[in-house]
C-alpha cells in the first residue's frame, strides 16, 4: 500500500508526503512536470491556483491560445536548456543530429514500494521508502528521461535523480546533468554553506542573503574538497539554530560537484545540485543511459537543528553501510600523529602496550609501513621487511594476541613517480612526465581505467590476505590538477575516475565485509555523502587542535551525523594550540573517538587519565551513535552542545571554552532536547532539574579560568518519579 505518493489523475498532480513535509508538481498543458510545492506538510488539494502565469515581456510563450504558458516563467522540476526557460538549467544536451535541447513531455508514471538501484554510484538505501519514476518523451523519440524520486517518511527527506536514455541511432551528449532543481517562491532567503582549506575543513559556515543573480559553490578539483562541500541550505532570515524555516541539500557523490542558487528577474529563486559541468561533455551511446547522482532534500521549520537532525538520521539509516548502524566503534590507537613514518615491528607492540593501557581496542598502523617518506613506493603496496621483518600477518597475530585490532592505511588512488610501478605502467598516470604539478610529492593513478582498478584491488587483497584484519584507513592526499587519460574521453574524465574509486570501495567492501573502513583525504578533504555509503566514519581534519576543531566539527554536523566524524585525542595537535587533555577528551568525544600519540612514551599518570577518557567515552558512545544533536553554543568564546537518546532518557552535555573574556567569567548554557516534564539526575552535581528547567533556565558553568580551555561534561539521566 502505497502511503507516501499519491497521483491525482483529475488535476495531472503527484503529491509526495513525509510526516511533516510535502512536494507537489503537476504536469501541465505543455506536458511538462511544472513544481508546485516544497514545504511544511499541507493536504494533497488542487494546488494549481499557485501557477505563475506569463504576463510579462520578454519571455518566451507557448501560442495557440496558452499564451499565458511560458517555460520561462512556470516551476520546473527539469529546467532543459535551449528550450524557453533563461534561468540555471539543470540539463544540457546535444543530440544524434547535433541539435541542441530536446523539448520534453511527460509519457507515463510508476509508482513502487522501495526504489530501484542506481548502477555504479552510491544511493541512498530504501529502507521503508516509496519511489516515482516519471518518464518524460522528445519531440523525436530519440531521448528518453525519466525523473527518479525516493521518499523517506520517517526522516522527512526526498531524494531525486535522473536517468537519460538514448533511445536513437546515433551518440548524444550531455553537457550539463544536474541532479536536483527546485524553484522556490519569492528571494527572501539566505544561503548557508561551508567553506575552509586542508586544517580547517567546514570550519567557516558562512550565511548571507541571496542576492539577484547566482550564487553558490563548486569543486574542480576531482574530489569534494576541502574548501567547499556539496551539502547547502536556504534559510529565512530569522531563521535561527532552533526555529525558522530552512531547506537543506546535499549529494551522493564524490567528484566535482556544483550548487548554485539563482534569484532570477521575476524575483524567484532557483536551486541546483549535480555534478560540475566543468569539463563535462558526457557520451551516452546509441542504446545506452546516463544516471546523475542522487541529491537529497530536507525541509525543516525547526531552524537549522532541525535540518541536520533530518539529515543525521537520514545518513545513519538510509546512507553508511547497514552492518555498521548503530554499532560500536573501536577506540582506535593511530600510530601517524604520534610516530608519523617512525614505525617498526619493535616500537608498534610498545604501541601496543601503552594503547592497551589506555583502553584502545584496535591499533592502526598508518603510512610508513611501506616506505619511510613520502616520496616513495606509492602505488607499489609492498611491505617494508626490514622495518617489519616478520610480515603485517605476525605483527597482526602479536596484537591480537594482547587483545587489540588491527588496521592499515592504505592511499589507494595515488603513485610515486619513485615506484616500481610508475616505471612499468606511466600510461596509468593521470598525467606523467616532466611538466606535470606534484603535490605533496605524488601524482594520481586515472581510476576511470578499469584495468588500474583491477590491479589496486589485487595488491589490497594481497596485502590483507593472510593478515587478521578489522579496519582500513583509505586516505587520498591530492587533487587532480591536469585531468587526461588514456582511456575513454577528455569529457568524461572525472565521472568516471569517482566511479572508479566506488568501483573498488565497493569490490574490497564485498571481499572483506566486516573490515571498518575510514575514509580520509589529506584530513577532511573528501567529507560527503558518497563517501560514507561505504565508509561509516570519515577523518575530519588533520586540525586536532580543539580550538579550531570544535569549528570544524561543529560546521561538519550542520550535513553529517556525530558517528561519521571520526577525531581524536593527540598529543601534536597540528597547530600548537594544545589546550588541556580534557579540553581535547571532551572534543573528541563529539565524534568517533580515538588518540593519536606515541603511546610508548606515555607516563603511567598519563595512561590513567587516558583510561579514564576512553571509560568516559564508552558511557556516551550509544549517544554519540544514535543521538539527537543539539547545538547550544557557537559563539567564538563557548561551544556547547547536547546529544540526546531517542526515548529522552539520557543525554550527554559538552561545553568547551574557547577563549578568555574578562566579562565571562561564569557561563549559563540552555540545555535543550530533553523531555520538559521530566526529571533528570546530573553527574555533574548528583541533583535532579527538570527537562523544562534545563531547557529554559539553562545551567551556569563556573569558574571559568582566567586562560581559555575549561571544558565539562555531564551526563543527564532520566530519573523516574515515585
Ligand atoms: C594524511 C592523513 C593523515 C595521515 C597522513 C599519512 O595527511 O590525513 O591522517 O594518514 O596522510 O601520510
Redesign the pocket.
Known amino acids: 500500500m502505497m502511503n507516501c505518493i499519491r497521483y491525482c489523475e483529475e488535476t495531472a498532480t503527484f503529491y509526495l508526503n513525509t510526516a511533516h513535509t510535502s512536494y507537489a508538481f503537476c504536469i501541465n498543458e505543455l506536458g511538462a512536470p511544472e513544481h508546485l510545492y516544497y514545504g511544511a506538510r499541507i493536504p494533497s488539494d488542487d494546488l494549481r491556483h499557485i501557477r505563475n502565469k506569463h504576463v510579462y515581456s520578454f519571455v518566451p510563450y507557448a501560442g495557440r491560445g496558452l499564451e499565458c504558458v511560458s517555460p520561462d516563467v512556470f516551476f520546473q522540476e527539469l529546467p532543459v536548456a535551449n528550450c524557453g526557460d533563461f534561468r540555471s538549467i539543470a540539463l544540457s544536451l546535444v543530440d544524434g543530429n547535433g541539435k541542441y535541447g530536446a523539448r520534453m513531455r511527460y509519457a507515463s508514471h510508476i509508482l513502487r514500494e522501495g526504489r530501484l538501484s542506481l548502477p555504479d554510484l552510491p544511493y541512498s538505501r530504501g529502507i521503508g521508502a516509496e519511489s516515482l519514476e516519471v518518464t518524460l518523451k522528445g519531440e523525436t523519440k530519440e531521448i528518453e528521461i525519466k525523473l527518479h524520486y525516493v521518499v523517506y517518511p520517517a526522516c522527512d527527506v526526498i531524494a531525486r535523480y535522473t536517468e537519460i536514455i538514448n533511445c536513437g541511432k546515433k551518440e548524444i551528449h550531455l553537457q550539463k546533468a544536474a541532479s536536483l532543481s527546485l524553484d522556490l517562491y519569492g528571494h527572501e532567503w539566505e544561503l548557508i554553506e561551508t567553506y575552509g582549506t586542508y586544517q580547517y575543513e567546514r570550519a567557516a559556515v558562512q550565511r548571507t542573503p541571496l542576492k539577484y543573480g547566482t550564487s553558490g559553490s563548486f569543486s574542480h578539483k576531482g574530489a569534494s574538497g576541502h574548501q567547499g562541500n556539496p551539502f547547502m541550505a536556504v534559510c529565512r532570515p530569522e531563521a535561527c539554530e532552533d526555529t525558522g524555516e530552512v531547506y537543506g541539500f546535499n549529494l551522493i557523490y564524490s567528484g566535482n560537484y556544483e550548487n548554485s542558487a539563482e534569484v532570477d528577474a521575476l524575483g524567484n529563486t532557483r536551486i541546483i545540485t549535480g555534478i560540475s559541468d566543468y569539463q563535462f561533455d558526457f557520451a551516452i551511446p546509441a542504446g545506452e543511459r546516463f544516471f546523475t547522482p542522487e541529491a537529497v532534500m530536507v525541509y525543516s521549520d525547526c531552524g537549522i537543528g532541525g535540518m541536520s537532525r533530518a539529515f543525521h538520521d537520514f545518513v545513519r539509516r538510509q546512507i553508511i553501510p547497514p552492518s555498521f548502524v548503530n554499532r560500536h566503534r573501536p577506540v582506535v590507537l593511530n600510530t601517524?600523529e604520534g610516530c608519523y613514518f617512525d614505525v617498526n615491528e619493535q616500537k608498534i607492540l610498545a604501541l601496543a602496550d601503552g594503547a592497551i593501557a589506555a583502553g584502545a581496542e584496535l591499533l592502526v598502523l598508518?603510512?610508513g609501513w611501506f616506505r619511510t617518506d613520502?616520496n616513495e613506493n606509492l602505488g607499489d603496496w609492498q611491505t617494508d621487511f626490514k622495518r617489519f621483518p616478520h610480515g603485517l600477518g605476525w605483527l597482526s597475530d602479536r596484537l591480537h594476541e594482547k587483545g587489540l585490532g588491527f588496521g592499515l592505511?592504505f592511499e589507494p588512488e595515488m603513485i610515486n613517480s619513485k615506484s616500481r610501478l610508475y616505471g612499468e605502467r606511466p600510461e596509468w598516470v593521470v598525467c606523467s612526465g616532466d611538466g606535470c604539478y606534484l603535490s605533496r610529492n605524488q601524482l594520481v593513478l586515472d581510476m576511470g581505467n578499469p584495468v588500474v582498478v583491477d590491479y589496486l584491488f589485487e595488491r589490497i587483497c594481497a596485502c590483507l590476505s593472510g593478515v587478521k584484519i578489522e579496519y582500513l584507513?583509505w586516505?587520498m592526499?591530492r587533487y587532480i590538477s591536469e585531468a587526461g587519460t588514456s582511456c575513454g574521453t577528455q569529457g568524461s574524465f572525472f565521472h568516471r575516475y569517482i566511479k572508479g574509486v566506488y568501483r573498488l570501495l565497493r569490490r574490497v567492501s564485498e571481499k572483506f565485509p566486516a573490515l571498518l573502513i575510514e575514509t580520509?583525504a589529506?584530513?577532511g578533504g573528501r567529507f560527503d555523502l558518497g563517501m560514507l555509503y561505504y565508509s561509516p566514519q570519515i577523518?575530519t581534519s588533520?586540525n586536532t587542535d580543539p580550538y579550531t576543531r570544535n569549528a570544524i566539527q561543529l560546521g561538519t554536523s550542520l550535513a553529517y551525523p556525530n558517528s561519521a566524524i571520526s577525531s581524536h585525542v593527540t598529543h601534536n595537535v597540528g597547530t600548537g594550540l594544545n589546550g588541556s587533555m580534557r579540553f581535547r577528551y571532551v572534543t573528541a568525544s563529539f565524534g568517533v573517538y580515538g588518540y593519536e600519540l606515541d603511546a610508548g612514551i606515555l607516563s603511567e599518570e598519563e595512561r590513567d587519565m587516558l583510561l579514564g577518557f576512553t571509560r568516559e567515552q564508552k558511557e556516551i558512545e550509544p549517544l554519540v551513535l544514535d543521538g539527537d544533536l543539539y547545538r547550544l553554543l557557537d559563539n567564538g568564546k563557548f561551544a556547547a552542545w547536547a546529544l540526546v537518546s531517542k526515548d529522552r532518557s539520557r543525554a550527554v552535555f559538552s561545553f568547551v571554552q574557547l577563549r578568555y573574556n574578562a566579562m565571562d567569567k561564569t557561563c549559563v548554557v540552555r540545555i535543550k532536547g530533553l523531555d520538559e516534564a521530566a526529571l533528570y539526575r546530573s553527574s555533574g552535581d548528583g541533583k535532579l532539574y527538570r527537562g523544562g528547567v534545563l531547557a529554559h533556565l539553562g545551567i551556569r558553568i563556573e569558574d571559568l579560568p582566567g586562560n581559555t580551555g575549561k571544558a565539562v561534561q555531564i551526563l543527564f539521566e532520566r530519573v523516574e518519579e515515585e
Open positions: 601517524w598508518d603510512d613520502d592505511w584507513k586516505d592526499n580520509c589529506g584530513g577523518w588533520d
